[in-house]
């Protein structure tokens, strides 16, 4: 009798177990979550394009905003694009405070403004505020010497990295709206300026347009030319996923805050591309879409809601791509470059095979 007790006991304590990590992880989360592809409501609740063209035309909607990103700038390189005739491309580097090498590194390889003669690029660093004075008084003595930091009032963590993009954004919208692309990027990524520039004069066949004979594809580069000034390019590596409902995951996502099986379409965040009107739509669409905590989700909801689809390339490697010098040649964008060194002894390779 006692013996039986004991193992209905040891039975049951192993079955509360299991019952136990399988609700951790999160498995039975996603009996409760709704069909993103036919129940999808995410505030604000309802069409918001005739509100987007009423902000870009400066009219107040009928409808008050539920969202804003008010910064307060504390360096905000307000005469980086003035003066400057036909800017092809901004870089928005997403930097932590600390990264003074990489930053320098940056300026010296795939960041330098004067990567081509012929094209205007300019070249800004997003940073946010950490609680050190000395730090801070380094911050500003590089800047003085550089003039390209951007930095706003919002704590520089993990979790606030949507702020930083939004700033990015909003400094856009402000102080450099007239360049064709803007191509966000983390501290951390390799980048081929060349072949960024390649991809944008043709995104949608890049990279096999530059494989084929010229006179085959002459007469689509010069339709989509005509047409560039006003695409709507969300670009880089599109992701189809699910939220992830694991506790121990430092992306769990509880279904009080977004509870759909599947995220809208998006693009990592490490290297992304927006196109002039894509960044002015998706920046007005924030005014009506409830601030998200993961950047590259939140800037996929702000495409969703605008009605931009985002457009893939496998060139943007969102991991680290195995290198060899060979092998970077249409490359446009690859992770896991934190250390500065040998960041730059890798351009300088490609740089000199004439791919970077």
Not at 81 to 109: A, E, G, M, W
Not at 166 to 184: A, E, H, N, R, T
Not at 306 to 315: F, G, R, V
């Amino acid at each position: 009798m006692i013996y039986s007790t004991h193992r209905r006991l040891k039975r049951a304590l192993i079955i509360l177990i299991i019952l136990s990590l399988l609700y951790l992880f999160g498995i039975f989360h996603h009996a409760f979550e709704s069909d993103f592809y036919n129940d999808f409501h995410y505030p604000y609740d309802g069409d918001i394009e005739m509100f987007i063209q009423k902000l870009k035309k400066d009219v107040t909607p009928d409808m008050k905003p539920i969202n804003s990103y008010h910064f307060q700038y504390y360096k905000n390189c307000s005469k980086k694009c003035t003066d400057v005739q036909n800017l092809r491309l901004v870089y928005l580097i997403k930097s932590d405070p600390h990264n003074f090498y990489r930053r320098i590194i940056i300026r010296k390889s795939w960041g330098y403004e004067r990567r081509f003669a012929d094209i205007e690029i300019r070249t800004v660093f997003l940073i946010g505020l950490r609680e050190s004075e000395s730090l801070q008084k380094l911050i500003d003595e590089e800047n003085r010497k550089f003039s390209d930091i951007v930095q706003a009032n919002f704590s520089d963590t993990y979790y606030n990295n949507t702020y930083k993009t939004m700033m990015g954004m909003q400094w856009v919208i402000k102080f450099c709206p007239d360049s064709k692309f803007y191509l966000f990027a983390d501290d951390d990524y390799y980048i081929s300026t060349k072949n960024v520039l390649r991809f944008l004069r043709f995104p949608t066949k890049y990279p096999q347009y530059l494989k084929e004979p010229m006179a085959n594809v002459e007469s689509s580069l010069a339709r989509y030319s005509r047409q560039s000034d006003d695409v709507k390019l969300y670009t880089g590596y599109v992701f189809k996923s699910a939220p992830l409902r694991n506790y121990f995951s430092k992306w769990y996502v509880s279904l009080q805050e977004y509870p759909y099986h599947m995220w809208p379409p998006y693009v990592t965040a490490g290297a992304f591309i927006l196109s002039r009107s894509a960044l002015t739509d998706m920046y007005y669409s924030s005014f009506y879409t409830q601030h998200f905590r993961f950047d590259d989700i939140y800037v996929g909801l702000l495409a969703y809601k605008a009605k931009i689809e985002p457009l893939h390339c496998d060139e943007f490697h969102f991991y680290r791509k195995a290198y060899n010098k060979l092998n970077f040649e249409y490359t446009i964008a690859s992770h896991g470059y934190g250390d500065p060194e040998e960041l730059v002894t890798i351009w300088a390779e490609q740089n000199s095979l004439g791919n970077a």
